[in-house]
């Protein structure tokens, strides 16, 4: 790909503007300038690379704008990369950063094959994503409403003698509390109110996943991973939406590095330091997995939900579910029996879940994208 036949295109992509530089092979970098972001800007660009070299790639780092840029160069037939900006190498004596420079180092960075690319999906994909991310987020806002609730009737002195577990008959506790204050009961009914409006969200928006999953080439993978302890219709649909086709992972460590699942370490000579888990890769698998770790605190056993969820999954798939679960309860046990922090342990299973989910996937065949 390095050679004089190749011009190397490097986009600093913003909102209102585009810094591009480019290179033919190992010649000298040239900056063009902001370009504009409008599709005739671009398609100008292009014709413009295209009379350097017969060639032309291009990289900008993954960013709020999204994919439209990626899918536009690719639909006019130009190879066009999506960096990861966190691991883009950095001088740490450069004090000077300018969107010229970046594309100059984008450049320089492509043709001496520096760059990780992240996974771009395609479009039906990436729709079914926004709308697992529009649950997530009403979850966020859910909790967070709960909390300043929470947080009003302590700082009241009011307290629930039952379990807060936000059910029917806390609920109902709720809605029948009254402060003597007038204002601070308007206070309390807005809060509430909130709840109930987020929680109403919340439904309704797993009921639209339900209904459009069936309709998703990921469906039978989804399915699936329901085999598996601890993973629900919520968490498979979550975990698969973010990671995408995990028949990209070449093996399971790639899959749990991509969730930042895996030690960070820090090493030098025969000095070895392993830290906290490295959090470099998808926050909201990551998060979903964590939860689903915390099932396997108790003894193996198949309970009626997850033998309803059996039902019509093929039994190599049943079989590795139930491996799992033997092996991640006792691994859960034995590291509680060493004396392990609770929340290194599920971490720790949430890893190892992780490859079991990268294995089942691998087994279940889906359509083409």
């Given at each position: 790909?390095?050679?004089?036949?190749?011009?190397?295109?490097?986009?600093?992509?913003?909102?209102?503007?585009?810094?591009?530089?480019?290179?033919?092979?190992?010649?000298?970098?040239?900056?063009?300038?902001?370009?504009?972001?409008?599709?005739?800007?671009?398609?100008?660009?292009?014709?413009?690379?295209?009379?350097?070299?017969?060639?032309?790639?291009?990289?900008?780092?993954?960013?709020?704008?999204?994919?439209?840029?990626?899918?536009?160069?690719?639909?006019?037939?130009?190879?066009?990369?999506?960096?990861?900006?966190?691991?883009?190498?950095?001088?740490?004596?450069?004090?000077?950063?300018?969107?010229?420079?970046?594309?100059?180092?984008?450049?320089?960075?492509?043709?001496?094959?520096?760059?990780?690319?992240?996974?771009?999906?395609?479009?039906?994909?990436?729709?079914?994503?926004?709308?697992?991310?529009?649950?997530?987020?009403?979850?966020?806002?859910?909790?967070?409403?709960?909390?300043?609730?929470?947080?009003?009737?302590?700082?009241?002195?009011?307290?629930?003698?039952?379990?807060?577990?936000?059910?029917?008959?806390?609920?109902?506790?709720?809605?029948?509390?009254?402060?003597?204050?007038?204002?601070?009961?308007?206070?309390?009914?807005?809060?509430?109110r909130s709840v109930e409006d987020r929680l109403t969200q919340c439904q309704r928006l797993e009921q639209v996943l339900r209904d459009a999953a069936p309709d998703w080439r990921f469906y039978p993978v989804i399915q699936a991973l329901q085999a598996l302890r601890g993973v629900q219709f919520t968490v498979a649909v979550g975990v698969i939406s973010?990671?995408?086709?995990?028949?990209?992972?070449?093996?399971?460590?790639?899959?749990?590095?991509?969730?930042?699942?895996?030690?960070?370490?820090?090493?030098?000579?025969?000095?070895?330091?392993?830290?906290?888990?490295?959090?470099?890769?998808?926050?909201?698998?990551?998060?979903?997995?964590?939860?689903?770790?915390?099932?396997?605190?108790?003894?193996?056993?198949?309970?009626?939900?997850?033998?309803?969820?059996?039902?019509?999954?093929?039994?190599?798939?049943?079989?590795?579910?139930?491996?799992?679960?033997?092996?991640?309860?006792?691994?859960?046990?034995?590291?509680?029996?060493?004396?392990?922090?609770?929340?290194?342990?599920?971490?720790?299973?949430?890893?190892?879940?992780?490859?079991?989910?990268?294995?089942?996937?691998?087994?279940?065949?889906?359509?083409?994208?």
């Amino acid at each position: 790909m390095a050679n004089d036949n190749t011009v190397f295109v490097g986009l600093d992509v913003h909102k209102e503007s585009i810094v591009a530089a480019y290179s033919v092979g190992f010649g000298e970098v040239s900056s063009i300038g902001s370009i504009g972001v409008l599709e005739r800007d671009i398609e100008r660009l292009c014709k413009r690379m295209q009379s350097k070299a017969s060639n032309v790639v291009f990289v900008y780092e993954a960013g709020p704008c999204g994919y439209g840029l990626q899918r536009q160069l690719s639909r006019a037939g130009f190879a066009c990369h999506v960096c990861a900006p966190s691991l883009i190498a950095k001088k740490a004596g450069d004090r000077v950063k300018t969107d010229r420079r970046d594309a100059e180092k984008l450049v320089k960075a492509l043709r001496s094959g520096d760059l990780s690319f992240v996974h771009v999906p395609d479009e039906r994909d990436e729709a079914f994503r926004d709308l697992v991310r529009a649950w997530s987020g009403a979850k966020e806002d859910l909790k967070q409403a709960k909390q300043r609730l929470k947080s009003f009737l302590l700082v009241h002195g009011v307290r629930y003698t039952g379990s807060a577990d936000w059910r029917e008959a806390h609920r109902r506790w709720l809605s029948r509390f009254t402060f003597p204050e007038v204002w601070s009961q308007l206070a309390f009914e807005e809060h509430r109110r909130s709840v109930e409006d987020r929680l109403t969200q919340c439904q309704r928006l797993e009921q639209v996943l339900r209904d459009a999953a069936p309709d998703w080439r990921f469906y039978p993978v989804i399915q699936a991973l329901q085999a598996l302890r601890g993973v629900q219709f919520t968490v498979a649909v979550g975990v698969i939406s973010e990671a995408g086709d995990l028949s990209r992972f070449d093996n399971p460590r790639q899959l749990m590095a991509w969730l930042g699942l895996v030690p960070s370490e820090r090493s030098s000579g025969a000095s070895v330091k392993k830290g906290g888990i490295t959090k470099a890769g998808n926050s909201v698998a990551r998060k979903l997995l964590i939860e689903a770790a915390w099932s396997y605190r108790y003894i193996a056993k198949v309970s009626p939900i997850i033998q309803k969820r059996h039902e019509g999954l093929p039994k190599p798939i049943i079989d590795r579910a139930w491996d799992a679960q033997l092996r991640l309860c006792r691994r859960f046990r034995k590291l509680i029996l060493q004396g392990k922090n609770r929340n290194v342990v599920v971490t720790a299973v949430a890893r190892e879940l992780a490859g079991f989910i990268w294995d089942i996937a691998r087994r279940t065949p889906v359509a083409a994208a």
